[in-house]
């Protein structure tokens, strides 16, 4: 199965430091649902995986994060794109819960529900925390310079990024990546 694993806010939305809480406040970024399609299109599986700590701390309820996800299902699918699942953490930080990413247990759970081992599938994200997470499940690591990160689109990187981390400006650039190393042909060793 090809399989890749996503951030929400940050990597494919508009994130915010109030939270994004309402349907309206949850706008894609530009090209982000373009490029998921395009992964679509080339047989990968798309899963979001994302702390979603505004339900923990009371600021919106598990209705409205639907209604969220229900305007990017139909936004995605206007452009031909799919969302396979989204698993998210709903705990503030004070639960000390293992789905919180930097930890690893959303990621655990969708290798469970997928019935696949995640070593060396791609992840993205727009911050460390995602990429630890991914990191620790065994998933290759892919920084998207905007949310959080788009501060190092002119140089530099946050520091701790685990090891292979690979930058990419945008979503669209890290679905080029994804596509044309999946189009070269696999080198075997005589």
């Known amino acids: 199965m090809k399989l890749v694993i996503l951030d929400r806010d940050g990597t494919i939305n ?3 430091d109030d939270f994004v809480k309402t349907p309206d406040e949850w706008m894609p970024l530009p090209g982000s649902l373009e490029a998921i399609a395009r992964l679509n299109h080339a047989g990968w599986h798309v ?13 919106f309820d598990v209705a409205s994060l639907n209604a969220m996800h229900a305007k990017m299902h139909k ?3 206007a452009v031909g794109g799919r969302i396979d699942a989204v698993f998210y953490c709903p705990h503030s930080p004070e639960e000390s819960c293992n789905c919180r990413k930097p ?15 995640l070593k060396g599938v791609p992840t993205a994200g727009d911050s460390l925390r995602d990429l630890q ?14 949310g959080k ?4 689109r002119n140089g530099g990187q946050p520091d701790g990024l685990p090891e292979g981390t690979r930058l990419h400006p945008d979503l669209g650039a890290f679905v080029d990546f994804i596509l ?3 189009a070269q042909p696999l080198q075997v060793a005589l």
Request: aromatic share 6%; proline share 5%; glycine share 14%.
């Open 180 to 182: 044309e190393r999946s």
């Open 103 to 117: 930890l690893p247990g959303l990621f655990e759970q969708i290798g469970m529900r997928f019935g696949v081992p």
């Open 47 to 59: 899963v979001i995986a994302s702390n979603q700590s505004g339900l923990g701390r009371g600021l």
């Open 149 to 152: 990160s788009a501060q190092y």
């Open 133 to 146: 997470a991914g990191a620790a499940a065994g998933c290759e690591p892919h920084l998207i310079l905007t």
């Open 14 to 16: 508009s994130d915010s």
């Open 75 to 77: 936004m995605l699918s």
